[in-house]
């Protein structure tokens, strides 16, 4: 049903330029045709090479998708910011109580409202994520779905985190398996990956007390893939975990591409510490992760995540400039949202979340790759030229 593992021709692999012994190893089992372990990527994780782990992941990434770096052109819908885990995820700064000021939850002429935005044909994918509340339930979502599918049938409907369709299966009673097969009957057609934030038991305890276990985010993709539903898979970083966290948990999302072969990409997301609670905690309001951390994510993913054909930045979060360096560490995908933004521009008004097509072309090819437009599938749609500019330009 899905790709597997994808081999990887490193004969222009540059050698050289791996000055950590350590990766050099790494890098040279990888071109004998070895798997990695978990070993490997805590060595990785723990290597100052930054240069030579993305010389290998660049390596790695151009075997597997050329020159090619994709972003897709979508818009975010959150219908509800209502979330019961409000008060025990201590990271997140956008759920509220029910009576909390600032509460929302839309009605379906309110997502109609947003979803409008893809009138103009150009929208090719709703990402829709949003709170656990209890009174957004199964019959809300098909709603919506079905609503969204009526007005827009050209439009993907990529929705609702492996946390959402757990939340929405308790609240139901009913099994993953068959929420899943009611919400696709609707109108669902891939997955998001968000929810994840780190497996570990211990720094779930931490910051995400009750949130669905790791184990378990792991079994709502599976119980997806099995029914043919691709979904995205990510990783929160820049927290409390530990760097063996991290190699656990690329474990687990490995091992079930091994099963599956469902995952369609990865998308490491960088922590932000500022308006929330643990933030607070840590005594770490305005300041990010580092960019030599955001650069390792992407490129130990890449690398590690030998059966993963697409690594994908989310420059929303570490920034623009991050992520086109990134694009020489293993990534072949950017966050797009790129409609909504032309059409918040052309009524003026402001939108810190977006880019344009112009900058976004000019980011990918300020870093020498070619860009191209895909659909949720990552079949790419239409490509653009690879010419560079002359001069650097500020995206
Ligand atoms: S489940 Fe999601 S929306 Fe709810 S508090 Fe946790 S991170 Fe925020």
Redesign the pocket.
């Known amino acids: 049903m899905f790709e597997g593992k994808v081999a990887v021709d490193l004969r222009g692999l540059a050698f050289d330029r791996i000055s950590d012994g350590a990766v050099r190893r790494i890098a040279e089992r990888i071109a004998a045709g070895e798997r990695l372990g978990p070993a490997d990527a805590l060595a990785m994780y723990r290597s100052n090479d930054l240069m030579g782990l993305g010389t290998l992941a660049d390596a790695i990434n151009r075997a597997k998708n050329g020159d090619v770096v994709t972003f897709a052109s979508n818009q975010h819908i959150n219908p509800t ?1 209502i ?7 201590t ?5 509220r109580l029910p009576k909390e000021a600032g509460a929302y939850r839309y009605t379906m002429d309110q997502v109609l409202a947003e979803a409008a935005h893809a009138a103009d044909g150009l929208t090719k994918e709703y990402h829709i ?4 509340d209890m009174k957004a339930g199964l019959a809300y979502y098909q709603e919506m779905f079905r609503t969204l599918k009526a007005n827009f049938p050209h439009v993907h409907i990529k929705a609702l ?1 492996a ?2 369709i757990a ?1 929405i299966a308790r609240i139901e009673k009913m099994t993953w398996k068959d929420v899943l097969i009611a919400l696709r009957e609707a109108g669902l057609d891939t997955m998001p990956g ?2 994840a ?1 780190t497996f570990s038991a211990a720094v779930r305890e931490k910051i ?1 007390g009750k ?1 669905l276990a790791g184990a378990d985010y792991i079994g709502v993709h599976r119980a997806a893939h099995e029914l043919g539903i691709r979904t995205n898979c990510t990783m929160l970083y820049g927290h409390v975990e530990t760097l063996q966290d991290r190699v656990d948990h690329l474990m687990m999302l490995r091992d079930l591409q091994d099963e599956t072969g469902g995952f369609l990409a990865y998308i490491p997301l960088a922590y932000h510490p500022d308006d929330n609670a643990l933030g607070t905690e840590l005594g770490r309001r305005g300041t990010s992760t580092v960019g030599t951390d955001d650069l390792k994510m992407l490129a130990i993913g890449r690398i590690f995540l030998d059966n993963f054909k697409h690594i994908k930045s989310h420059w929303i979060m570490v920034t623009q400039a991050m992520s086109q360096v990134g694009l020489h560490f293993g990534v072949n995908d950017l966050e797009g949202t790129v409609v909504r933004e032309k059409i918040y521009h052309a009524v003026g008004a402001h939108t810190p979340q977006g880019m344009t097509l112009d900058s976004l072309l000019t980011l990918i090819r300020g870093a020498g790759k070619q860009p191209a437009e895909r659909d949720s599938f990552y079949r790419v749609l239409r490509t653009f030229d690879i010419s560079a500019p002359e001069t650097p330009v500020a995206v």
Do not use: D, M, S
Not at 83 to 89: A, E, G, N, P, V
Not at 91 to 95: D, K, L, P
């Open positions: 910011n979330c019961t885990l409000r008060t025990t995820c990271f997140c700064g956008y759920a994520v949003g709170g656990l985190t946390v959402e939340h968000g929810g934030e995400a949130k």
